[in-house]
C-alpha cells in the first residue's frame, strides 16, 4: 500500500523555469492539499482539491496552479519560478464528505531549489 | 493571537525523564485534534487523535481542555528514538470554501539527550 506518493523527490531549477509536481494517493481520498514548509513558519497551505475537477486556493496560491482531472492525482504547477519558492513541498489527502474530522496523510516531500 | 500556538523549543530531556508539550489554539468552534510526529527532514506522520476524554497510546499521553482552548502531549519514558518535531493540528471546522480548515502548529522539537 503506497499511500501517498511524490515525484519528484529532489530538483533544481533556474529563475523562469517551469515544471510540475506530481501527487498520487491510492486511499480514495476525497481530499488533497498542497503545503510547503520552510524553516520557522511550519506548513503552509498552497492550494486544495475538494474532489475530482475541483481546486481552491489557500493560504499562499500566488505563483503556483493546480490541476485534480483525476481523484487519485493532484498536480502542483509552478509558471515561472522564483528563489522564493524554495522550499519543501508536502502533499496530503484525507477523507471527506461524511467522513469528515479525519487526519491527513503525507506524501515523502519534495525538495525544491530555485537557483 | 495565532490560530494555533506551540513552543519551538528545543526541549533537551536524559532518557527515561517524562516530557510535556502543549498547544494552543484561538478558535473555540475548532472540532479536532491531532499530533504529529515529524524527523528532520521527513514527512509528519500522524502520531495520534486527541479525544475529548483524553487517550493513551502507550508512552503517549494526549489531553484536550476545551474550556482552556488547549491540548497536550505526554511522553513518559523518553526514548533516544522520540526526538523528532511533534507538530500540533487542530481541524478549524467547516469553511466557506467548502473544505475544513486544518491549522498547523510550528512543532515542538524534542531532544532525548543519552
Known amino acids: 500500500n503506497a499511500g501517498v506518493t511524490q515525484t519528484p523527490k529532489f530538483r533544481v531549477l533556474k529563475t523562469g523555469q517551469s515544471m510540475t509536481l506530481l501527487c498520487a494517493q491510492d486511499?480514495?481520498?476525497?481530499?488533497m492539499y498542497w503545503y510547503r514548509q520552510d524553516p520557522g513558519m511550519g506548513l503552509r497551505l498552497i492550494h486544495y482539491s475538494v474532489g475530482e475537477g475541483t481546486t481552491a486556493k489557500g493560504e499562499v496560491p500566488d505563483g503556483y496552479n493546480v490541476s485534480r482531472l483525476k481523484k487519485q492525482n493532484f498536480l502542483l504547477g509552478l509558471e515561472s519560478a522564483a528563489p522564493s519558492q524554495t522550499s519543501v513541498y508536502f502533499c496530503?489527502?484525507?477523507?471527506?464528505?461524511?467522513?469528515?474530522?479525519?487526519?491527513?496523510?503525507f506524501g515523502d516531500g519534495t525538495r525544491l531549489s530555485i537557483l | 493571537r495565532k490560530e494555533v500556538e506551540q513552543d519551538p523549543g528545543p526541549f533537551n530531556v536524559p532518557e527515561g525523564a517524562t516530557v510535556a508539550f502543549n498547544c494552543t489554539y484561538s478558535n473555540s468552534a475548532s472540532q479536532s485534534f491531532f499530533w504529529y510526529r515529524q524527523d528532520c527532514r521527513k514527512e509528519p506522520k500522524l502520531l495520534m487523535s486527541v479525544y475529548s476524554s483524553g487517550n493513551e497510546d502507550g508512552r503517549f499521553t494526549a489531553q484536550l481542555n476545551r474550556a482552556s482552548q488547549y491540548i497536550s502531549l505526554l511522553i513518559r519514558d523518553s526514548k533516544l528514538s522520540d526526538s523528532a518535531t511533534y507538530l500540533c493540528v487542530v481541524n478549524q471546522g467547516w469553511n466557506s470554501g467548502g473544505y475544513q480548515k486544518v491549522t498547523f502548529g510550528i512543532g515542538t522539537k524534542l531532544q532525548v539527550i543519552p
Open positions: 496530503a489527502s484525507s477523507y471527506g464528505g461524511d467522513r469528515d474530522n479525519q487526519p491527513q496523510h
Open positions: 486511499m480514495n481520498h476525497e481530499y
